[in-house]
């Protein structure tokens, strides 16, 4: 399968992609061997500074061997020295080729954010965004227009103003006529008509009202009777 890729180019492409990863654990490993070392002689010169305390004594040859741990932690002093060298410069690389990557792995997104964008736009400029929206606005003015054009315009013949006065006029009129027919009164309109014609100038009286004068003067003979 790898040799599939590598005709296409995708092993290159991928060996070029983990280079910096390759690096980075390379350079990592280095200095955690760096490290373990460093560990190493700073015991060792911890050691060697004891033996040197332990042996100052005015003794010639007990002197000699303090003198030879001096010597020793001297040596390896030096050696922690180099080696904390190189693992600052290891240290350095590290950061560098991380941030390195970091950059790339950055503009690499940004450039497919660009092409995303431009395969998104397509063929979309300012020019054709100015159409659209006029021809969008052309047919709003028409859905106005047509709106307009339909409610102006009532279906049927114009109804006659004045005919409809009068109708509403003889509704109230029959209204109140009802009313008065409910509540026992008679409008002053048919009560006016209502009235008895004179003869001779003078008003004859109605049957009900010669009815009232007799029980009238009936009952003042019956009270003239009990007195």
Known sequence: MSNVWGWFGGGAAQ???DTPKNAILGLRSQLEMLQKREQHLQAQIDQQDAVARKNVTTNKAVVAAAKTA?????AHEHSLEQTQAQIGTLEQQVNAIESA?????????MERAATAMKQIHGGLTPEKVDETMERIHEQNQLSEEIVN???????????DEDELDEELEALQQEALDEKMLN????PVSDAVHRL????????????????????????????????
Request: a negative charge.
């Open 15 to 17: 060996k070029k992609k």
């Open 70 to 74: 001096l010597r020793r932690k001297k």
């Open 101 to 109: 990557n970091i950059n790339r792995e950055t503009l690499a997104a």
């Open 149 to 159: 054009a339909i409610t102006s315009n009532p279906i049927g013949d114009p109804l």
């Open 183 to 186: 509540t026992g009164s008679v």
């Open 196 to 227: 008895p014609t004179a003869a001779n100038g003078e008003l004859k009286a109605t049957p009900a009202e010669e009815e009232d004068d007799e029980e009238a003067e009936l009952r003042k003979l019956q009270a003239e009777m009990a007195m």
